[in-house]
């Protein structure tokens, strides 16, 4: 028996052991494996009426939940919080010394009753129901003197008690916006210890056998081998390879046989235990892990390697029996973070290339106007100057001789007209006043509010006080509103409504009766395409000329949308004036309006007070209301 020992303690002390770590990547996994492939989180919030500008704020800082994309309305995991307004509880005062000043500081807080409900869920199943019910502080003021502490210490109580008895909250001022904040910010680090996935790094330590002369040495070392190749392959989506390691372990538990518990096995024990409950861990194989763990507690009760192997089991998050130590988790979300910092990037570039496109089109679409702007000028003139070669010429003569004669409308440069406007139903009048040149035109009309329509050339612009402070103060008119507006710089048109530009399309139709005189009736029925390729209404204009002064008596135009009528204007001329600057040429002054469009029927009377042609200072207005005005 004596012998035996002896042999024991000899054959312990061949053998020896060195002891190398391992540093391998790993992930803090979520409690829940229902989200280990879910990469997008999204929170709701449902909040009482007085905090709509705190829910802006939350939406914009909190719940940035580690591992997760914060999605703003489909997010597979969905946060739920429903925020009550905080209570008022109670006033507090806090005191420190300051040892450099040697005095107290005093500070005062409000309490706040926060009461937050929190509901998680994913694919319809909840994963979380939680009332949170904290007391928050919000510090009024630290630095108080004892003298008027009180005072202070009064006031601040009387502000909460009075917004609560009044329902009536300052939400900045007594702070309740910071303490839903830091109940907030709790709550966050909560969910991320719930929910959170984070990559970190784990230290392993295996036992390697350095005694050559030792029987089991070479198959010790192919098993150090390959598990030494693998460790260093760990990925956070790849763990060991457990087919390459099957053979290894396999003759690791054959050495617990071979050498059973007894104090001269205890060494080699020790050695084949630790190894096999660390990769058996590594392989996420609970059962076998925690086995050989405990067997290594059995055997070597003053190591701890054992112990906090165990510790390591139940601390991990298993699902079917495995351990979740390896996903693509953080390759997906790399790859959806890029996608859509992409399709942001995408989208910023479009922008500015529709920008760009824009810019470009403008300049062309400018281009266009300002050469159509020089041609209907050349056209007119044209006009003018061959009178006999134009449509109806005998009637086109006598009209432009009621206006003064082909020359005096050639030389109209500018024309300023200054109106009173008397609509139906209303006894207050308004007043208008237009200005136009042979590019510009400016309407300005108080109403009492004042309203502007303005053609700087090849742009349009307009302007209503009443409107001022909800939309931008000066609102770019479209291409229809552009071409609406820019007939006014037609002088003829803008002084008289003979539209010159369409004279040659009017077809004389029969004589009619208007307002008790025999008129000639002439009309133009324009037409254009719809999206099918279709004939279909476009406007439809009638002039009504009397047959014996020449003088328009009425003119009206009908506007079609889609085909459908979207517009009627009628103007009934009923009193000529001379105008000096056009020698024997007379000019409507009273004219009557019926409008009716989508907002209904409109009727009124406009009396022109004042019709000037090239007055002297006609651009004046223009300079200080066009170029000045500042609605670039």
Request: some cysteine; overall charge neutral.
């Amino acid at each position: 028996m004596f012998l035996l020992v002896i042999v024991s303690i000899q054959a312990q002390e061949k053998i020896s052991s060195k002891k190398k770590k391992f540093y391998i990547p790993t992930i803090q996994y979520s409690q829940f494996p229902i989200l280990d492939n879910v990469l997008t989180q999204t929170t709701f919030y449902q909040m009482d009426k007085e905090l709509i500008q705190e829910e802006l704020v939350l939406k914009k800082n909190y719940f940035n939940i580690n591992g997760f994309i914060k999605d703003p309305t489909n997010g597979k995991l969905k946060i739920y919080l429903t925020i009550g307004l905080p209570k008022f509880t109670a006033t507090k005062i806090d005191s420190t010394f300051d040892t450099k000043q040697k005095k107290w500081k005093y500070a005062i807080s409000s309490n706040y009753n926060v009461r937050i409900k929190v509901e998680a869920k994913c694919a319809d199943k909840l994963l979380l129901s939680e009332d949170f019910n904290t007391i928050e502080s919000y510090v009024v003021g630290n630095e108080y003197q004892k003298s008027n502490l009180k005072e202070a210490f009064a006031n601040t109580s009387k502000a909460n008690l009075d917004a609560e008895r009044k329902d009536d909250y300052s939400i900045e001022d007594l702070g309740i916006d910071k303490v839903i904040y830091q109940s907030v910010g709790k709550i966050q680090n909560y969910l991320n210890y719930k929910f959170g996935y984070s990559k970190g790094e784990s230290k392993e330590k295996f036992e390697f056998v350095t005694s050559k002369d030792h029987p089991e040495y070479k198959q010790m070392l192919d098993f150090e081998n390959e598990i030494s190749a693998q460790m260093q392959k760990v990925t956070f989506e790849k763990g060991l390879d457990e087919k390459t390691l099957l053979p290894h372990l396999v003759y690791l538990e054959s050495l617990l046989t071979k050498y059973p518990s007894s104090p001269a096995n205890e060494y080699i024990r020790f050695i084949v235990l630790n190894n096999l409950a660390q990769t058996y861990f590594l392989l996420e194989n609970k059962e076998k892990a925690l086995l050989f763990a405990n067997l290594l507690i059995e055997n070597d009760k003053l190591d701890s390697r054992g112990s906090t192997i165990i510790s390591r089991v139940k601390n991990a998050f298993f699902a079917d029996k495995m351990i979740r130590s390896h996903t693509t988790r953080f390759v997906d979300l790399k790859k959806l973070g890029l996608k859509i910092a992409e399709e942001k990037e995408e989208m910023r570039l479009a922008f500015f290339e529709k920008i760009q496109q824009q810019d470009a089109d403008w300049e062309i679409e400018k281009a266009n106007r300002e050469a159509n702007l020089i041609k209907s000028k050349t056209q007119r003139f044209n006009m003018l100057d061959s009178i006999p070669y134009q449509s109806k010429p005998d009637l086109l003569a006598k009209v432009i001789a009621s206006l003064g004669g082909s020359q005096a409308l050639k030389s109209i440069e500018k024309a300023h007209m200054l109106s009173k406007l008397f609509i139906e139903g209303n006894r207050v009048s308004q007043t208008e006043e237009k200005w136009a040149t042979t590019s510009n035109y400016l309407l300005k009309k108080k109403m009492p509010e004042n309203y502007y329509e303005i053609v700087n050339g090849p742009e349009a612009w307009s302007h209503d006080d009443r409107e001022s402070g909800i939309n931008a103060k000066w609102a770019k008119q479209t291409s229809y509103g552009y071409n609406m507006l820019a007939k006014n710089v037609d002088l003829i048109n803008f002084i008289s409504d003979l539209r010159l530009d369409v004279w040659n399309d009017f077809e004389l139709l029969e004589d009619e009766m208007v307002e008790g005189k025999l008129c000639y009736h002439l009309n133009y029925f324009e037409k254009t395409l719809n999206s099918a390729n279709r004939t279909i209404p476009k406007t439809d204009y009638h002039l009504f000329i009397d047959k014996d002064t020449h003088t328009i008596v009425a003119s009206e135009k009908t506007e079609y949308d889609n085909g459908n009528k979207s517009f009627f204007e009628r103007k009934l001329f009923l009193d000529y004036r001379p105008v000096l600057a056009l020698n024997s040429g007379n000019l409507p002054f009273k004219v009557a309006y019926e409008i009716e469009d989508f907002n209904g029927e409109t009727v009124y009377q406009e009396l022109r007070e004042k019709i000037d042609i090239n007055p002297v200072f006609g651009n004046r207005i223009f300079i200080k209301e066009v170029y000045f005005g500042g609605f670039k």
